[in-house]
């Protein structure tokens, strides 16, 4: 049986277009003692009920009280559409961190 994965909580610090097709996001963590990474881990998004999106950790891995992605957001994918729509103070649910490097 596998074990449920544990579902985090992030409060949408900064969003900063870096060019026409590129968006980095910040994320300040809810519970920032629960959420330790390391350099090449990702997180998972909620986007709906159904659908989720992996994306890069993009922050240093000392800092545990926000972390930072970088999406290419120059389509119109559900995960592109969702990243595009968010606005600072917004709340985001995410598994993770996740994966080895």
């Known amino acids: 049986m596998f074990n449920k994965p544990r579902l985090n909580q992030a409060i949408v610090l900064n969003k900063k277009h870096l060019n026409i097709e590129d968006i980095e996001v910040t994320f300040e963590l809810v519970n920032p003692s629960e959420f330790n990474f390391n350099a090449g881990q990702f997180i998972t998004l909620k986007i709906t009920d159904t659908a989720y999106r992996a994306y890069s950790i993009s922050s240093p891995a000392n800092n545990n009280k926000q972390i930072e992605i970088i999406v290419s957001a120059g389509h119109e ?25």
């Open 77 to 101: 994918g559900v995960g592109s559409n969702y990243i595009k729509n968010l606005r600072i103070g917004d709340s985001v649910t995410f598994i993770g961190p996740s994966g080895r490097f």
